[in-house]
Every structure is written in structure tokens, then in C-alpha cells.
């Protein structure tokens, strides 16, 4: 199992006057390959659950196997480099940072991972190519389309080639056909073998074909679908 999770609790500002209990006794398996998605109300705990699952934190209790590393043995260095290692993320603003340009946005996750410019370059040459916005790589954020934003963020989630993408309610911020278009990339995804999940309230996204598995979540606690 490529992510396991085992009677997960995830309470912020513990033993606080303003402690959350975001997530109840959560247990969920991913398969490899699988392409789940996550669909809740505001509040509900998806983007805590997805930050879990991201190596951002440890659960508060419970046990937690994200590509075979127990997150709660992880002392906080271990989990950024799990993280770097094995997780792409989008995320729902894309996150894009405005005063570089495309090629350098994308190349970011590379940098604390040693690799030469050399090889950034080479490899985000090959996704920007992939994903049409190869003619864009000198641009700035403010210089491009909705759309190429987007696609530069899938091409940063991809560029450490993790087996694990989460995309935080990706489309929110996308109209209907960019909406679909995003679903099209994750299918495309699908065929490369990649782990995905997905945390939407959008039926586009719930409903789409690409999704295997939609599992629901309310106050912090999963319902079987
Ligand atoms: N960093 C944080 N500190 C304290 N409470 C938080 C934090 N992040 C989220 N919460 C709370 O945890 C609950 C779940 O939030 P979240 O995971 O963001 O839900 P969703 O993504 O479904 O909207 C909410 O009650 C929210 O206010
Ligand atoms: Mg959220």
C-alpha cells in the first residue's frame, strides 16, 4: 500500500484554548496507481488531510505510512526530504511566485535537491514541451493565461517525478473548460502510473471518468462512498 493511515487524529494548537480537532480516527489505504478523490464542505479536514499525507506533519496520533515511511518515527528533517522525494503538490492558488519567471518556477522543487542546472533545465524543458507551454518559459506569472498557470503548476508538482500528486481543489479558481482540461491532464497522469488525489466539492472533478474512488468527508471524519 502506497499510503496508509491507520486511526489518524490530527488536532491543531493542542491543549490551547483554541485547539481544532480537524481530523477523527481517520483510516484510509491508497493503492499505487489509485486516483482518489476527496470531497468534504469548507472546514471539513481535506486540506489537513492532504497536508498529512504531504509529510507537512505528523499525525497527533495514529499511524501514518506514506510510501513506506511512518511519518510519526520521522524527525521534522527526514519528513522534508520524504516530501521532496516523493510528493508533487498543487495547490489551489497554484502558488505561482511572480517575480520569476516560467522555467525558474518550475525548476524550484530541483533546487534543494542538488540537481545541476544542467539537468533542471533539461528536465523542465521536457515538461513544459509536454504540456504546451514550452514558448512560455521566459514569462512571468502576470504575463500568462489562467490556463498556462495551471499547467506551470502541474509541470512543478511533476518535476521531482514523485509517485505521489495531490492537487488541493484545483479547480476552484478554474471556469468550466480549464476545469476540464485539468481533468484531462490528470488522465493523462493516470497512464504514466501516478498516485493521485484529489480534494474538490466540484462534481466535475467528483464525477469525472479519471477518478477511481471518491471518498467523502464531513467534520473530520471519512464515510465509505
Ligand atoms: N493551521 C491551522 N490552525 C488551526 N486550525 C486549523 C488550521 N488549519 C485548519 N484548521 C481548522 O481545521 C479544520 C479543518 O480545516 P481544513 O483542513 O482546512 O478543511 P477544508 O480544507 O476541508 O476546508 C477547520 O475547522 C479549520 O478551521
Ligand atoms: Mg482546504
Same mark, same amino acid.
Given at each position: 500500500?502506497?499510503? *496508509?493511515?491507520?486511526?489518524?487524529?490530527?488536532?491543531?494548537?493542542?491543549?490551547?484554548?483554541?485547539?481544532?480537532?480537524?481530523? +477523527?480516527?481517520? +483510516? =484510509?489505504?491508497?493503492?499505487?496507481?489509485?486516483?482518489?478523490?476527496?470531497?468534504?464542505? +469548507?472546514?471539513?479536514?481535506?486540506s489537513? =488531510?492532504?497536508?498529512?499525507?504531504?509529510c507537512?506533519?505528523? $499525525?497527533?496520533?495514529?499511524?501514518?505510512?506514506?510510501?513506506?515511511? %511512518?511519518l +510519526? /518515527?520521522?524527525?521534522?528533517?527526514f519528513?522534508?526530504?520524504?516530501r521532496?522525494?516523493t510528493?508533487? &503538490?498543487? &495547490?489551489? %492558488?497554484?502558488?505561482?511566485?511572480?517575480?520569476?519567471?516560467? #522555467?525558474?518556477?518550475?525548476?524550484?522543487?530541483?533546487? $534543494?535537491?542538488?540537481?545541476?542546472?544542467?539537468?533542471?533545465?533539461? /528536465? #523542465?524543458? *521536457?515538461l513544459?514541451?509536454?504540456?504546451?507551454?514550452?514558448? /512560455?518559459?521566459? &514569462?512571468?506569472?502576470? %504575463?500568462?493565461?489562467?490556463?498556462?498557470?495551471?499547467?506551470?503548476?502541474?509541470?512543478?508538482?511533476?518535476?521531482?517525478?514523485p509517485?505521489?500528486?495531490?492537487?488541493?481543489? $484545483?479547480?476552484?479558481?478554474?471556469? @468550466?473548460?480549464?476545469?476540464?482540461?485539468?481533468?484531462?491532464?490528470?488522465?493523462?497522469?493516470r497512464?504514466?502510473?501516478? @498516485?493521485?488525489?484529489?480534494?474538490?466539492?466540484?462534481?466535475?472533478?467528483?464525477?469525472?471518468?479519471?477518478?477511481? /474512488?471518491?471518498?467523502?468527508?464531513?467534520?473530520?471524519?471519512l464515510?465509505?462512498?
Open positions: 500500500m502506497l499510503i *496508509e493511515l491507520k486511526n489518524i487524529t490530527k488536532i491543531y494548537n493542542k491543549e490551547k484554548p483554541n485547539q481544532v480537532t480537524a481530523l +477523527s480516527n481517520v +483510516s =484510509l489505504d491508497v493503492c499505487a496507481k489509485e486516483i482518489v478523490c476527496l470531497r468534504g464542505p +469548507s472546514g471539513s479536514g481535506k489537513t =488531510l492532504l497536508s498529512l499525507i504531504g507537512i506533519f505528523p $499525525p497527533t496520533s495514529g499511524k501514518a505510512a506514506i510510501a513506506g515511511k %511512518q +510519526s /518515527r520521522l524527525p521534522d528533517r519528513l522534508t526530504i520524504h521532496r522525494h510528493i508533487g &503538490f498543487i &495547490f489551489q %492558488q497554484f502558488n505561482i511566485l511572480p517575480e520569476i519567471s516560467v #522555467s525558474e518556477n518550475i525548476e524550484l522543487p530541483l533546487l $534543494p535537491l542538488g540537481i545541476t542546472p544542467a539537468k533542471r533545465k533539461k /528536465r #523542465s524543458a *521536457e513544459m514541451e509536454k504540456l504546451g507551454i514550452f514558448h /512560455r518559459r521566459k &514569462f512571468l506569472a502576470n %504575463q500568462i493565461s489562467g490556463g498556462e498557470l495551471q499547467r506551470v503548476a502541474i509541470a512543478r508538482a511533476l518535476i521531482n517525478n509517485p505521489i500528486i495531490l492537487a488541493d481543489e $484545483p479547480t476552484a479558481h478554474l471556469d @468550466t473548460r480549464l476545469s476540464y482540461e485539468f481533468m484531462d491532464i490528470i488522465e493523462q497522469l497512464t504514466e502510473g501516478k @498516485t493521485i488525489i484529489i480534494t474538490s466539492h466540484d462534481p466535475l472533478v467528483s464525477e469525472h471518468t479519471s477518478i477511481d /474512488r471518491v471518498v467523502d468527508i464531513s467534520d473530520g471524519r464515510h465509505a462512498a
